[in-house]
Structure formats: structure tokens, C-alpha cells
T-cell receptor, first 113, second 115 residues
């Protein structure tokens, strides 16, 4: 049981390039989300999904797109990378019920130069 | 969701209990108190959560005051591997509601366990 798997672990992009961060979970969770963590800061919610076909914006959605075509995958797309998007990105999943916890991936460290 | 206040850092000797406080004076009746920790830039790890009553699991105990305005996470016998950033989060978790899972992370408490 792998849990939440994020790829790649590290990525360097040039300003203006686009890319997709991958996230997959094998726990049949309805809920998935993306956070970013800047140095010395807590995590901030980018986008989330409560089920296949349903997505919504979090606290810092600008510059990112998401889609949820299956329950398993929740990719995060950077449309035109900027140095301000240099961060560590975490994907999380959980069940859509009360009183339960979220499971996090190990993160993708992204540097935009 | 209610805001939380935690001390920026704490120290603890290995083998002793670590008691991490959290203030959440604006918590509302349907909000849970969650604790997560993050070890050296890994993904956050769930520890424990509670609504009103004290809770205990294999990792920790959670003590919530009667008025629910503050709580304490207790690691009963801290080890060096418990050195991490500990986040106290207050969150609504309504079944089927879009507020589920919107965890608002503050800066947490850096716990350093020393030999």
C-alpha cells in the first residue's frame, strides 16, 4: 500500500515553462488537495477536489490548474512558471467524512530560475 | 476556521514527556482540533485529533480544556525521532461539506528533543 505518491521529487524549471506535478493515491479516497510550503512557513492550500470531476480553489490558486478525471489521480499544472512558484508542493488525500485525517505525500521540490 | 497560537519553539530531554500547548480561543462548536507534525521537510504526518474529550493513541495524548479554548499535545516519552515541527489546526469536518480537509497550517512549534 503506497499511500500518496508524488512525482517528480525534484524539478528545476525556467521562467515561462509549463509542467505538471503528479499525485496518485491508492486508498480510494474521495478528497485530494494540493498545498505549497515556502521556506519557514506553514502549508497553504492551492486547489482541492471532493471527488472525480469536482475541483475548487484554495487560498493561493493563481498560476495553477487542476483536474480530477479519476479518483486516483490529481495532477497540478503550472501554466507559465515564475520564480515566485519556487516552493515545496505537497499532495494530500482523505475520505469525505467527518472526523478523519489527511494523508500527505512526500513532496515535490520545485525551483524556478 | 478558528486561528491557533503556538509557541515558536520548545526543547525536551529524550525520555521525558513533551507537552506542546495550543490556544484556539475562537473555536466554534463544530470544529475539531487536529495535530500534525512535519519531520525535516517530509510530508506532514497526522498525529491525533479531538472534539471535546481527551484522546489517546499509540503516538500521543490530546488534552482539551473544558471550554475548548486551548489544548495540549503530550508525547509521553519523547525520542530524538520526535524532533519536528508540530502543527495545531482547528478545522470543520462536515460530512460531504467543502470545508472538509481545508487544513490551515500556521507556523507551528519546532520541538527539539535532545539527548
Amino acid at each position: 500500500n503506497a499511500g500518496v505518491t508524488q512525482t517528480p521529487k525534484f524539478q528545476v524549471l525556467k521562467t515561462g515553462q509549463s509542467m505538471t506535478l503528479q499525485c496518485a493515491q491508492d486508498m480510494n479516497h474521495e478528497y485530494m488537495s494540493w498545498y505549497r510550503q515556502d521556506p519557514g512557513m506553514g502549508l497553504r492550500l492551492i486547489h482541492y477536489s471532493v471527488g472525480a470531476g469536482i475541483t475548487d480553489q484554495g487560498e493561493v490558486p493563481n498560476g495553477y490548474n487542476v483536474s480530477r478525471s479519476t479518483t486516483v489521480d490529481f495532477p497540478l499544472r503550472l501554466l507559465s512558471a515564475a520564480p515566485s512558484q519556487t516552493s515545496v508542493y505537497f499532495c494530500a488525500s482523505g475520505v469525505s467524512q467527518e472526523n478523519t485525517e489527511a494523508f500527505f505525500g512526500q513532496g515535490t521540490r520545485l525551483t524556478v530560475v | 476556521d478558528a486561528k491557533t497560537t503556538q509557541p515558536p519553539s520548545m526543547d525536551c530531554a529524550e525520555g521525558r514527556a513533551a507537552n506542546l500547548p495550543c490556544n484556539h480561543s475562537t473555536i466554534s462548536g463544530n470544529e475539531y482540533v487536529y495535530w500534525y507534525r512535519q519531520i525535516h521537510s517530509q510530508g506532514p504526518q497526522y498525529i491525533i485529533h479531538g472534539l471535546k474529550n481527551n484522546e489517546t493513541n499509540e503516538m500521543a495524548s490530546l488534552i482539551i480544556t473544558e471550554d475548548r479554548k486551548s489544548s495540549t499535545l503530550i508525547l509521553p516519552h519523547a525520542t530524538l525521532r520526535d524532533t519536528a515541527v508540530y502543527y495545531c489546526i482547528v478545522s470543520r469536518a462536515r460530512a460531504g461539506g467543502t470545508s472538509y480537509g481545508k487544513l490551515t497550517f500556521g507556523q507551528g512549534t519546532i520541538l527539539t528533543v535532545h539527548p
